[in-house]
């Protein structure tokens, strides 16, 4: 059995599909709310990103809060 932890981590985030981290999904926060709040797909232009926020109470909490800050600028 192989119990390198170099191994074993790569195999969990291994290229089964898009893993957006936490300091990923800060740095394109600012793209998909603005591309969500102008209408377009913003799953789409950035793979993940919703998942993540669906996991992770921290992102979403920022990601509401600028949600409601561009959404309030705008409106
Ligand atoms: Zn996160």
């Known amino acids: 059995m ?10 969990l985030v291994g290229p089964a599909g898009p893993e957006v981290g936490c300091d990923a999904c800060f740095d394109e926060l ?11 797909d913003a ?9 993540h926020l669906e996991g992770c109470p921290a ?9 409601a800050l561009v959404g309030g600028e705008r409106s």
Do not use: F, I, N
């Open 30 to 40: 600012d793209r998909y709310v603005e591309l969500e709040l102008a209408g377009q």
């Open 59 to 67: 992102c979403r909490e920022e990601y509401e809060s600028l949600r």
């Open 2 to 11: 192989d119990t390198d932890p170099k191994h074993t981590l790569g195999r």
């Open 43 to 51: 799953d789409a232009a950035v793979p993940g990103l919703g998942a």
